[in-house]
Structures are given as C-alpha cells and as structure tokens.
C-alpha cells in the first residue's frame, strides 16, 4: 500500500502530465535582420544581401514547434522570404511567395512569420522567394530536428553542408543587362563565377579580375574536421541559383537517409546528384586513414561543358575534410574514387512509404490526370520565356502561356482571391489549375530541352512513380516510393547534333495527394528559368472538412498589409481585424495573354468527373549546337543595388507619371514605346505608344 506522500507524489505526476500534454511550449523565436553587407566568399569582394550579417544564417527548431521569425528589411528594395519545403498546413499566408501568398516587406518595413512545423521534421532551407533576391546572398539552412529519428542512433554527430553557385554580380543586374537583353538570342543563363561549399570556394583572380584589389586568391576553403571513429549525420542542402552539383568525399561512402525532409530506405552511394533546391542527409562513418581528404561538388551538364577558363569559373569545386589529429594546413592528395554507385534519387525509396497498392491502380483511376510538356528559350523581344500549354476534356485549357506574377503596388496577391472565394476564376496570367481537396492527381512531367530542369512544388510532395525516356521505368513492386518536394526532370536526349531538335523527351511521372487548401505554386528551381515564367499554380479552395478560414486574424492580415487593400475594410473595432467571403471582381489592368492562352477555371466544388489534362510548355532554345557558351557575367557592377535609369520618351511614351509610380522604366524597342516593371519573376511589358 502506498504512503501518503507517495500517493500524493503520484497524482501530481499524472495532473502535470496531463496539463504539460495540453500546454503549448513557447514558440520558437527568430530574427532576419536583412542588410547589405561586403562579402568575399570566394575571395572576390562584393556588396552582398545578408541576414544578420552573415552568411547562410541558420534556423534550427525541433520537431512540432511553433516558430515566430521577424524579419526587418533594412534593404532598399521590397523583399519576401520563402520556408522551402514546409507545409503550412493552416497558414498558407506564410508560405512566403511573394504576390502569391503574402505582400512584399516594403524597405524599412518588419513582418513577422507565424506557423509550426506540423509533421515537417528533417533537412529544408529559407529563402528570398521575389525578384530572384536569394541569388544576392538571401538563404539559408532551416534544420527541424526529430526526435523520433528512426536513424537517431546511428550517428554521433549533426552537421549541415551547403551547395551553391556564386555570382560577382546581383541578380538584378544580371537578369537587365544579361538574361532578358536583345543580345541573348539564345536564352543562355548568367554564368556563375565561382561554385561554394559551406558558402566558401575560390577564385582565380587572374582571369577577370588580375587588377582587382578587392579580388584575392587562394580563398580558404571549407573544412570539415571529424574525429576517428565516430558517425556523422550530414546534411546536404544545394542552394544554388542553378547549378546541379555530383557531391562526393574521397574515400568515403555515403549512406543516404533522408531526401527533402522525408526518411529513406538507408542506401548506400560514393555518388550523389543533387539539383538545386534539393537536400539529402547520409551518414559518414570517419574509419578511414587519419589524413585530409577532398570533399568534391563537381558542378555538371547545366552549362554544357563551358571552358574553365571562361568567365574564372572552376566546375570542381573542392572542400577538405580533415581527420583531427591530421594537420589542417596539409593540401590533400586523394584521388576520386571510381564512382560505379551513383545515387538513384527516382528510386530511393521512403522508408515504410507508400507502394503501388497504396496509390490508384492506372491514371485513369486518379481524379485529375494532368500532362505537362515544357521547352525553353526566347522569344518575346529576344528575351528569355517559358511558357505553359494545358489540354484537357474540361474547362481548364491554356496554351502558350508564360507565368506573369500579380504586380507589386497595383493587385492583389492570389490568396486574397481565394479566400474571399474559394471557386474564383484567377487570372489566366498565372496559370492556374484547380484540384480537389484531399484527391490525388497524376501529374507527367515530361522535358523536350537537352538539360534537366528541376520542379519544385510549394505545400506539398510527390510521390516519384516513373521517370526515363519515353517510357515508363517504375521501381519493383515491392519497393516504397520516393518521396520529395523538388524533382528533376531527365533531358530529351537524341537530338540533332546533341541539341534539342528530334530529341526523345524525357519524363518524371508523379502522383500528388492535394490535402493542403491555399495557392501553391509549381515551378523550375533553376532562378533564371522561373523568372522567365516557367511556372504555374496549384489551386485548393478546401472543402467541408478542411476548409479555409472565413476570417483571419491580425497575423495573417499583416502579410498583405503592404498591398493596395486586397480585403474588404477591416473592422475599426478593438477585435483583431477579420475578413469575410465576399465575391472577387478582377480588376481591368490584369495582364492581357494572347487569345491562346485565356482561360478559365473550373471550380472543383461543381464536379467530381475525372478529369484527363495535358500541359504544354513552350519556350524554344534556337541553339542545337552540342556545346552551348553561356553568357559570361563578369564585369561592369559588383553591387546588389543597381537602380534602374529613369528614360524619357521622345514621342509620349507612357501615361504621365505612371513610371515613376510604379518605379518603372521607359524604354525605346524598334518601333514601340513600353513602360517595363518588376514583375517578380519576370520584366513585364506594357505597351503604351506604338509607331513614330
């Protein structure tokens, strides 16, 4: 028989066990305090946009947890940042794709990011998601611990390593005097200087920069020490603008737990192919002779074998790990190992994932079928484009259509929209395809370009059924799917001369579970190519048991509070200011498409018929040559705050001080007058003045 102080001492145990399962734990707590700040990654100094004065500054939270980040934009230029490969179940608002989920942060403004985690554990990354800012220097790890970690006693110790391309000038420069110029008749992407690992490389100063007193060589590089005998869980995020990078440590392998925050069947490689905006945990057993080894991240096929000797750029880039005990100033001298076990990321499947018995038996069983053809190349006034083409035995058909981002200062984001209506007709300028909540859809991906192209989809992940070349090439039966939130599609291979004409398509075929009511959108992670409109939107009204809010609170409105007034008048009363369904009216100045590309959008709550689509993006390469010069990039500016100059039409141009309003441009093409924007993800063209 218990005492009494015993049975007292049991029943506070069991009130405080109670009570702690019911309470909340204070929320995880974060500040971006984003400025400009001189950098030299990579020996080459330059005017860099950083968080907290660093970096690749990291957020690390645990499994479950509420998270606060403030961000206080001390830039001269709107920004937002984007939770990549968190759900947002609940706060879609939070997502942080700027005109699609939130207003921009205006400069001098702070917005603060309210969500948990939810059932997200494992290896993602913030970034920058508007005006391709992330290129400047605007990223970083974002770590969700777990500690139901199947893996968790098979390493000692947790490290992050990232991948990137670095470039000597800002993607605002880049993409004005660069990409989007009458010169690249192409559509061949900047071209980095340098490629970093843990946000370090080098530079060979001498090429382009010999004069250069703020260049300096033999940057140190990335050292990673370990301690013999011990396990390391590395995680590996490629935070590139566009570089796919083959990862690999002399004289090591690697065995491969995690993809994109999701458990893998533990498999073991010396070889991974990481595209960007992809990450990959492995584990690293440090049993090999004490010395110093090379850690490689060979930068490959993105720019078609461009010379090293071309713009400074050195495609193997290198990093060192170091056996304590091994004197860290000692260059290694490993040799690569012969790769003959390359990572399969299309069949390294989830661990207890789904097989096919989980999944519809055929395409035809899914509610949505949906087929997605895409090239890439000009050629709306010589500047790069990828456009969208979407057949299908309902109403939701476009073709030729390029992504035009909601203007910042003029409409509204996309979320307002639906959450005033969860059936409204969005603009055909964003490419919208509606889904049901809570169906799965077949979704084919398939590539008519001679490089790879990886997607990457917001709020969700797709489960990997097939890939290849024309046909399918499944994993066995028995074996569980991939799983991940960003994909790769393989290259049309087979062409003429090693280009894109006659080549033979290549595919990755999905399923996606669309469970998440919100506005998500699905586009290439290479920067350049999303800025140039390859993209589309996801569009889940919810339904009666995952519904979307009918009011939101002040955390929520705060995210548009920078937009000309995307709701109804907030109440004036002292209650946190909600909105209320109302029906949407679009406005007239929506960006017109060609009659080609108009659509509408049929709302999901109408129907429940299958549906069969098939998308077509076209954007067409000139180019068929088998090596393909990218442009080079350094030279004229080594700042991120390059301003554009004001011009003045001499026959009119626009309406009076409509530029200047809109902090646009006036320029002078051939025989017509525009008045160009930042759209975000593109330069957008509106036409006031044509002829002389």
Known sequence: MLSPCTALYVVLVAVLSVYSSHARAAPKTFTLNLAYSLQSPDGFQMNMMVANNVLEYPIVVNAGDDVEVTVINNLNVSTSMHWHGLFQKGTPWMDGAAMVSQCPILPGATRVYKFNVGSNVGTF????????????????????????????????????????DFYHNSSEWLLKNVYFTADNVDALEPLPESGLIGGVGQYNCSVTQANN??????????????????????RLINMAAHARFIFS??????????SDGVYTVPTVTNQIVIHSAQ?????????????????????????????????GLNMDTRGILNYQGAATTVVPTTQPDNYNNTLNLYTLGELNGLTSSDLPASPLDYYLQLYFNFQYGPPFYNSSTGSISIDSNDIQNFHGSQYVMQKEGRESPLLPLLLQNNSVQLPSTVNAITVKNNEWVYFSIQNADSMEHPFHLHGHTMVILGYGNLKHQNPPVNATYARRDTIQVPPCVGGKGGGDSGCIKGFVNVAIKFDNPGVWPFHCHIEWHMTAGLQMTFVNGGDATNALPTAL?????????????????????????????????????????????????????????????????SSKRTSTSTTKNRVTTTSKSNTTTATAKKTTSVHGGSPSGYCDTYGAEVCYRGDLYLCYYWTGFSLSWDVWYTGC
């Open 279 to 311: 990450r990959y945990s492995f584990i690293l057993t440090a049993n090999a002779k004490t010395t110093n080894y090379w850690i490689r991240a060979m930068i490959t096929d993105v720019w078609y074998g461009v010379s090293t000797g071309l713009n």
């Open 125 to 164: 990354w913030w970034h920058a998601h508007y005006q391709s800012q992330y290129i400047n220097g605007l990223r970083g790890p974002f770590i969700i611990n777990d500690p139901k970690d199947p893996y968790l006693r098979s390493y000692d110790e947790d490290l992050t390593l990232t991948l990137t």
């Open 249 to 258: 440590i002399d004289g090591h392998n690697l065995t491969v737990i995690e």
């Open 553 to 617: 609170g002040a955390d929520a409105l705060a995210m548009f509070d920078s937009c000309p007034n995307p709701f109804a008048p907030a109440s004036s009363s002292s209650v946190s200011p909600s909105v209320t369904r109302t029906s949407v009216v679009r406005s007239s100045s929506t960006t017109a498409k060609s009659s080609t590309a108009a659509s509408t959008i049929k709302s999901t709550t109408t129907t429940t018929t299958k549906k069969i689509t098939t998308i077509n993006t």
């Open 213 to 234: 007193p703020n260049c300096k060589n033999d940057n140190p590089l990335k050292t990673v020490t370990i301690v013999p005998g011990k396990r390391y869980r590395i």
